[in-house]
């Protein structure tokens, strides 16, 4: 048997590198039951809605009464909010109107925030529900002709196919005629859980939208809501062919948010939508998804839009109805609404407002600054501005403010009346003060409650952030909170300079003063409150502001300095009278250096890489230098300068043998005369390797050679000659190495199992198959790896004298080196 050398194939590598992600599920909830124990603060609704009639409408628009506890409870006297739900199965039609005494007046600014619960149905809801101001001639009766996508208010543009013969058409081909099964004479804002994006009649709606959940308003019965599409289908063999021309619809959106998320995610959102009556003939409507905390009511940024509002398409002299609409297909969820404040109902404020009075009354309630045992009014303005209703059983929960201590609370009530009473500062629970009211708010009587908290700032010992959170006023009516206040105590505190070094100018130049003031409590400087006097030569005085990093900087103008030295000196001073003391320093006034510039200065690249810069100078000569980190400083190039100024650009490539990591490389220039240019440093990054090489040959000799007869049991051929791999692996991480072979194989003749593999000649050998055997694993590391074996190991041939023909055979050797990238 031989086999013949140069026949042994050898796969040099195989790099393979794979990433895992993981996937975290979200279990749904029960629904309704799970949101009614979640229900936030809201109001009470007797009187407020009632269902619609419309064609079609389900029962399941109904108000429920809730205890504080979120018990449902039909004891009016128990409830203290209500819950509105608008649909809750499939192939729903809901509405709830508002009755006649709460209509919507669209000359007046009307303010509504609510609580939302589009369901938990995620990506499987539908369809979603929509906010409505109407005029429509059915009133109470209102409701689009079709489920899922028209939401109970937009135009059904699903009609059946009509016509006769060869032509038929599909679908209102007309948007006259479309809009005329909406809700007249309305606006409305959707909040879409559902993607109809489809390209047919009924399932078109969110075509530009991108399929996304989102919120969305219109006009309903205008024809500009509606863009027209159309397909034409065909059935039948030519000429027998029918044509049908389907049309359908997709919807404008104005003021369109994409959530970006679905909104069927089981939680409660907060909505506020603002009303602005701007002219006779225009208005504005502002609305906000998710600008609360429905855990915390902590006030959140949410998502906005702004859109016009055509008073014209009302049609009205300005007394609307308003209300929710919802429909189904078959997809579905429970849509629920509670409400903070109704439209017209009660029109109140809460505005808080924190003064420092050791420091004149200073107005701090937006990161203002005081002193430790500064005395502090924490004053919220409680208006009613009017409102169909009289703000009734108002109860107060103040947030009570870190590191303050409170001395006294009071209430002044005032407008057509006035009183007052004090507040129990020691009835509180978990950090804030609760307080009933004990007069309702109204034009009639008290139509301003100003609650006054009085206490001291905490004596600090370090500069301390002070939150006054929003306070929220729960009446049987309305809901309101106030701003939050932030204000920081400053802590007592050392002050110190650093940066007051020498600094060397050239002749007829200016100088920069730069430094850092620092404080021993650390923490920011807030803007204006901190200076830093300079004082040059006894005769030049600047002062500096300091910034909230500490840092600042003033220039030196040429003719305030003189050749030589030209000492100065800096004092910082902030806002409570602290000081550094005074700090001494130089400007020499001197020869000119050298001007460097470096291409990529400051900046990271990987090598390969050449150094590119420019330099001018007025001496005779210019020598370029490179210095990587603390090594000897490398002579890159150097420049005759026999004019005085002139630039001079040049590259210089970095060695190739740069040691892998990264190498901060500085350039600076040193003229004839000795001055050095300011150094300029560039990051280079050298990543490291993997590769494989092998040395030597699988040589096994032949058994024409007298010295390897054929054996006459199975027996362990031994190489002929060294082999051996060598490894870089100095890319960081773990490595692997892996070696698989395939059958010996001839013209016509296969030796299964022929090829073996022993790390050593005393182990037991394993056969290699196609299927790699890992032999060797190591860590990354910057020197390469040599694995050698002697003749008796590594990849070896068992041959067995019963497979054995005479032939040539030959087999293929893969050798993979894989990788694992560092966490």
Same mark, same amino acid.
């Given at each position: 048997?031989?086999?013949?050398?140069?026949?042994?194939?050898?796969?040099?590598?195989?790099?393979?590198?794979?990433?895992?992600a993981s996937i975290?599920g979200?279990?749904?909830?029960?629904?309704?039951?799970?949101?009614i124990?979640?229900?936030?603060?809201?109001?009470t609704?007797?009187?407020?809605?009632? $269902?619609?009639?419309?064609?079609?409408?389900?029962?399941?628009?109904?108000?429920v009464?809730? *205890?504080p506890? &979120?018990?449902?409870?039909t004891?009016?006297?128990?409830?203290?909010?209500?819950?509105?739900?608008i649909?809750?199965?499939?192939?729903?039609?809901a509405a709830?109107?508002?009755t006649?005494g709460n209509?919507?007046?669209i &000359?007046?600014?009307?303010?509504?925030?609510?609580?939302?619960y589009?369901?938990?149905?995620?990506?499987?809801?539908?369809?979603?529900?929509?906010?409505v101001?109407?005029?429509?001639?059915?009133?109470?009766?209102a409701?689009?002709?079709?489920n899922?996508?028209t939401?109970?208010?937009?135009?059904?543009?699903?009609?059946p196919?009509?016509?006769?013969?060869?032509s038929k058409?599909?679908g209102?081909?007309?948007?006259?005629?479309?809009v005329?099964?909406?809700?007249q004479?309305s606006?409305?804002?959707?909040f879409?859980t559902?993607?109809?994006?489809?390209?047919?009649?009924s399932?078109?709606? @969110?075509?530009?939208?991108?399929?996304k959940?989102?919120?969305?308003?219109?006009?309903?019965?205008d024809t500009?809501?509606?863009?027209?599409?159309k397909l034409? *289908?065909y059935?039948? %063999?030519?000429?027998?062919?029918?044509t049908t021309?389907?049309y359908?619809?997709?919807?404008?959106?104005?003021?369109?948010?994409?959530?970006g998320g679905? %909104?069927s995610?089981g939680?409660?959102?907060?909505?506020?939508l603002?009303y602005?009556?701007?002219?006779?003939?225009?208005?504005s409507?502002?609305y906000s998804? @998710?600008?609360k905390d429905?855990?915390?009511?902590?006030?959140?940024?949410?998502?906005?839009?702004?859109?016009s509002?055509d008073?014209?398409?009302?049609n009205?002299?300005?007394?609307?109805?308003?209300?929710?609409?919802?429909?189904?297909?078959?997809?579905?969820e $429970?849509?629920?609404?509670?409400?903070?404040?109704?439209?017209?109902?009660?029109?109140?404020?809460?505005?808080?407002k924190?003064?420092?009075? /050791?420091?004149k009354?200073?107005?701090v309630t937006n990161?203002?600054?005081?002193?430790?045992?500064?005395?502090?009014?924490?004053v919220t303005?409680?208006?009613?501005?009017?409102g169909?209703?009289?703000?009734?059983n108002?109860?107060?929960?103040?947030?009570?403010?870190?590191?303050?201590t409170?001395?006294?609370?009071?209430i002044t009530?005032?407008?057509?009346g006035?009183?007052?009473? !004090?507040?129990?500062? !020691?009835?509180?629970?978990?950090?804030?003060?609760?307080?009933?009211?004990?007069?309702?708010?109204s034009?009639a009587k008290y139509?301003?409650?100003k609650?006054?908290?009085?206490? *001291?700032a905490?004596k600090?010992?370090?500069d301390?952030?002070v939150?006054?959170d929003?306070s929220?006023?729960?009446g049987?009516?309305?809901?309101?909170?106030?701003?939050?206040a932030s204000? /920081?105590?400053?802590?007592?505190?050392?002050l $110190?300079?650093?940066?007051i070094?020498?600094?060397?100018v050239k002749?007829?130049?200016?100088? !920069?003063?730069?430094g850092?003031?620092?404080?021993?409590?650390?923490?920011i400087?807030p803007?204006?409150t901190?200076?830093?006097a300079?004082?040059?030569?006894?005769?030049?005085?600047?002062?500096?502001?300091?910034?909230?990093d500490?840092?600042?900087?003033?220039?030196?103008?040429s003719?305030q300095?003189?050749?030589g030295?030209?000492?100065y000196t800096?004092?910082?001073?902030?806002?409570f009278?602290n000081?550094?003391?005074?700090?001494?320093a130089n400007i020499?006034?001197?020869a000119?250096?050298p001007?460097?510039?470096?291409d =990529?200065?400051?900046k !990271?690249v990987?090598?390969p890489?050449?150094?590119s810069?420019?330099?001018?100078?007025?001496?005779?000569?210019?020598?370029?230098y490179?210095?990587?980190?603390?090594?000897?400083?490398?002579?890159?190039?150097?420049?005759?300068?026999?004019?005085?100024n002139?630039?001079?650009?040049?590259?210089?490539?970095?060695?190739?043998?740069?040691s892998?990591?990264k190498h901060?490389?500085?350039?600076?220039?040193?003229d004839?005369?000795?001055?050095k240019s300011?150094?300029?440093?560039i990051t280079?990054?050298?990543p490291g390797k993997?590769?494989?090489?092998?040395?030597?040959?699988?040589?096994?000799?032949?058994?024409?050679?007298?010295s390897?007869?054929?054996? =006459?049991?199975?027996?362990?051929?031994?190489?002929?000659?060294d082999f051996?791999?060598d490894l870089?692996?100095?890319?960081?991480?773990?490595? =692997?190495?892996?070696v698989?072979a395939?059958?010996l194989?001839?013209?016509?003749n296969?030796?299964?199992?022929a090829?073996?593999?022993?790390a /050593?000649?005393?182990?037991n050998?394993?056969?290699?198959?196609?299927?790699?055997?890992?032999?060797?694993?190591g860590?990354?590391k910057?020197?390469?790896t040599?694995?050698?074996? @002697?003749?008796?190991?590594?990849v070896?041939?068992?041959?067995?004298?019963?497979?054995?023909?005479?032939?040539?055979?030959?087999?293929?050797?893969?050798?993979?080196?894989?990788n694992t990238?560092s966490?």
């Amino acid at each position: 048997m031989g086999i013949k050398q140069g026949k042994l194939k050898v796969v040099m590598f195989t790099l393979v590198v794979t990433f895992f992600a993981s996937i975290s599920g979200v279990s749904a909830v029960t629904d309704y039951p799970n949101a009614i124990k979640a229900a936030p603060h809201g109001i009470t609704l007797n009187g407020i809605f009632q $269902t619609g009639t419309g064609t079609g409408v389900s029962s399941a628009s109904k108000t429920v009464n809730l *205890t504080p506890n &979120n018990v449902i409870t039909t004891d009016p006297n128990a409830a203290t909010k209500s819950v509105v739900t608008i649909t809750d199965d499939k192939n729903q039609k809901a509405a709830v109107w508002s009755t006649d005494g709460n209509t919507f007046d669209i &000359n007046k600014d009307e303010t509504a925030s609510m609580w939302v619960y589009l369901g938990n149905g995620y990506a499987a809801a539908g369809d979603g529900m929509a906010l409505v101001l109407q005029h429509d001639p059915k009133r109470n009766a209102a409701i689009s002709t079709g489920n899922g996508e028209t939401l109970g208010v937009w135009a059904d543009d699903i009609l059946p196919t009509y016509g006769i013969g060869f032509s038929k058409t599909s679908g209102y081909d007309k948007t006259t005629d479309l809009v005329k099964n909406s809700i007249q004479n309305s606006w409305a804002l959707e909040f879409d859980t559902h993607d109809n994006s489809g390209q047919n009649s009924s399932n078109s709606f @969110d075509t530009k939208t991108g399929g996304k959940n989102h919120l969305a308003s219109g006009y309903p019965a205008d024809t500009g809501t509606y863009q027209q599409d159309k397909l034409d *289908t065909y059935e039948g %063999l030519w000429p027998l062919r029918v044509t049908t021309t389907n049309y359908f619809y997709h919807q404008n959106h104005l003021g369109l948010i994409n959530y970006g998320g679905d %909104l069927s995610n089981g939680q409660w959102h907060h909505v506020t939508l603002k009303y602005v009556s701007k002219s006779s003939v225009e208005g504005s409507m502002t609305y906000s998804i @998710d600008d609360k905390d429905p855990k915390t009511n902590a006030v959140l940024p949410g998502k906005t839009a702004t859109v016009s509002i055509d008073k014209s398409k009302f049609n009205s002299d300005g007394s609307i109805l308003w209300g929710f609409t919802g429909s189904t297909g078959a997809s579905y969820e $429970t849509n629920l609404v509670m409400f903070e404040q109704v439209p017209g109902l009660v029109n109140a404020s809460a505005t808080q407002k924190v003064t420092d009075t /050791t420091q004149k009354n200073k107005d701090v309630t937006n990161n203002g600054l005081i002193q430790s045992d500064d005395s502090l009014s924490f004053v919220t303005d409680i208006n009613y501005s009017g409102g169909k209703q009289e703000w009734k059983n108002i109860n107060a929960s103040l947030k009570i403010p870190n590191d303050v201590t409170l001395k006294s609370g009071t209430i002044t009530y005032s407008g057509a009346g006035t009183d007052s009473e !004090t507040i129990n500062l !020691t009835n509180t629970s978990n950090g804030e003060i609760t307080k009933l009211l004990k007069n309702n708010l109204s034009l009639a009587k008290y139509s301003n409650a100003k609650i006054t908290l009085l206490g *001291t700032a905490n004596k600090e010992t370090k500069d301390t952030v002070v939150h006054s959170d929003e306070s929220e006023f729960t009446g049987s009516n309305a809901v309101v909170q106030s701003n939050a206040a932030s204000f /920081t105590i400053g802590g007592i505190r050392t002050l $110190t300079l650093t940066g007051i070094n020498d600094i060397t100018v050239k002749a007829g130049s200016g100088a !920069t003063i730069a430094g850092t003031v620092v404080s021993s409590l650390g923490g920011i400087f807030p803007a204006g409150t901190t200076t830093a006097a300079i004082k040059v030569n006894d005769n030049y005085s600047v002062q500096a502001d300091v910034g909230t990093d500490g840092k600042f900087s003033v220039n030196v103008p040429s003719d305030q300095l003189k050749l030589g030295k030209n000492p100065y000196t800096v004092m910082a001073t902030d806002q409570f009278g602290n000081q550094t003391k005074s700090y001494a320093a130089n400007i020499i006034v001197g020869a000119n250096k050298p001007t460097l510039t470096l291409d =990529d200065s400051g900046k !990271t690249v990987n090598a390969p890489y050449s150094l590119s810069y420019h330099v001018t100078d007025d001496s005779a000569k210019i020598k370029m230098y490179y210095q990587d980190g603390s090594g000897t400083p490398v002579l890159m190039d150097t420049f005759d300068n026999p004019k005085t100024n002139e630039l001079h650009s040049g590259a210089y490539k970095l060695p190739d043998d740069l040691s892998v990591g990264k190498h901060v490389i500085t350039v600076y220039a040193v003229d004839s005369d000795d001055n050095k240019s300011d150094t300029q440093t560039i990051t280079v990054m050298v990543p490291g390797k993997l590769g494989l090489t092998t040395a030597g040959s699988l040589d096994f000799g032949s058994t024409t050679d007298d010295s390897i007869p054929i054996p =006459d049991k199975a027996t362990i051929l031994s190489r002929k000659t060294d082999f051996s791999v060598d490894l870089e692996t100095s890319l960081p991480g773990t490595w =692997d190495l892996s070696v698989s072979a395939t059958d010996l194989t001839s013209g016509s003749n296969t030796i299964k199992g022929a090829v073996i593999y022993r790390a /050593t000649a005393g182990d037991n050998a394993q056969v290699l198959s196609q299927t790699g055997l890992k032999i060797l694993s190591g860590s990354s590391k910057l020197t390469p790896t040599k694995v050698p074996w @002697d003749k008796d190991a590594g990849v070896l041939i068992k041959a067995d004298p019963s497979q054995i023909h005479k032939d040539a055979y030959t087999a293929k050797v893969s050798w993979v080196l894989t990788n694992t990238p560092s966490k």
